[in-house]
């Protein structure tokens, strides 16, 4: 039977109501050893995530693993977007076997997880196959994720997606939760993210505005 197409957006897609978004370990310390990004790259695109959620009020929680005898504090990127936000402080390796963290995760009560953070093959794998395993969406923001080396962080991504997590980025993150240019209440926010974290693609619409005053929308 031949199916019937709607203009209507696939259930597999995030919205911003659908979701809770876990930045984990974000600190000096991880940064220092990762090599699978850059750090530049790493910062811009956690600014990129941070500044996505925070426009779109995704409920969100920021957790760090020793932030004060070990791995310092969290990228100012991040807690910029979220000022007054607490910063959940782990001993555990894994963030799903933090109490506390969980204790968040059931009070948001949303059925679908977005992790990003240091490093993907232990800060990231631990909470994505424990989510799942609990029956949870899991969604890993690959580029707003690190590793020690390359291998690390690619084998760590190919184990997650093993067992049903689903990659995206952060760019995508973006674009995902607007999806839409006539959405006017959240479109300057949008390009004004673009604009300032979205590498070529901003500058393409700094140019495309201050030369033709171009409009997605149009």
Known sequence: ???????????????????????????????????????VTLRNNAALVSETAAGFGVSTILTTVAEKSFSGPMFEEITRAFPGQKLLDRTSMNTWEDAAVI????????????????????????PALSAIDQSFEVYVIADACGDVSDE??????????????RPITSLQYLLELQRDWARTETYEMTTGIAKRFGGAYGLGIIYAKSMFGASEGH
């Open 1 to 39: 039977m031949m199916p019937t197409a709607t203009p209507t957006p696939g259930k597999l897609l995030l919205n911003a109501n659908d979701h809770t978004l876990v930045m984990i370990d974000f600190q000096s310390q991880m940064s220092f050893a990762t090599k699978s990004i850059d750090a």
């Open 103 to 126: 204790a968040e995760v059931n009070r948001i009560g949303k059925p679908r997880i977005v992790l990003a953070g240091l490093w993907t093959s232990v800060c990231i794998v631990g």
């Open 152 to 165: 690390a962080h690619e084998r760590a991504m190919d184990r997650m997606v093993q067992a049903g997590a």
